[in-house]
């Protein structure tokens, strides 16, 4: 005797109704270069900005790759390209964020050759972008002169700030140039003045609260590009 399996009409209507579901669901992919601000030194992985963004921008018809990061702390712009020159990546990435220059500014290299090397990380964000510049978002550079690390230094903490101003009218500059977006987030480190919450445990770099800052800044602009 054969016995011939059949479903039921309303797991046929799930099933249906879940293909149609999983055929709407969009994935997308990013790349996120920089320093220890984007590998999310002292915080963990999933409380990184490159990590709460992606967790942000998931909806019921749209979820978001790991992203892929080429970032370290203490990277200049020269180290980071050099790096992203020898990391294998996709031809192509759905978004593309960039935050790179506190340490160009920490070690006072010449801001002519952070101008150039700069406008060259920016060129290269936009190719992995799929040549779309509206696909790049760019970040300001925090201050870290509001830190404790910072006072702790023995640096003169108002020039820091001045210097970090100068680094950052030069990424706005040539981010506009290219017609990528561009982010402040630096008015928002400044907070750390009167919000010790906003620094990590180190008393340097942001802290998972911060980066949340960031990102309901950031992940507005980066959904309107995956519509």
Known sequence: ???FGCKKESQILTDE???KTNNLVKSYTSLALGD?????ESVSADASFPFQLIAALKTDTSVLETPKIIAKTGWTTDELIAAIKSTPLQ???????LLIGVNNQYRSFDTDVYRKEFKELLQTAIKYAGDKPENVFVLSIPDWSVTQFAKNS?????????????????????TAKTKSVYLDITPISREATINLNLIA?????PSALMYNRWVSGLAPLVSLKLK
């Open 1 to 3: 005797m054969m016995i």
């Open 201 to 205: 445990n180190d008393g340097l770099h």
């Open 91 to 97: 031809l192509k990435y759905d978004f593309v964020t």
């Open 36 to 40: 220890s601000y984007t590998i999310g």
């Open 17 to 19: 109704t879940n293909t």
């Open 154 to 174: 023995g640096r003169d903490v108002a020039k820091i700030s001045v210097e970090i101003d100068f680094y950052n009218a030069i990424n706005k500059e040539e």
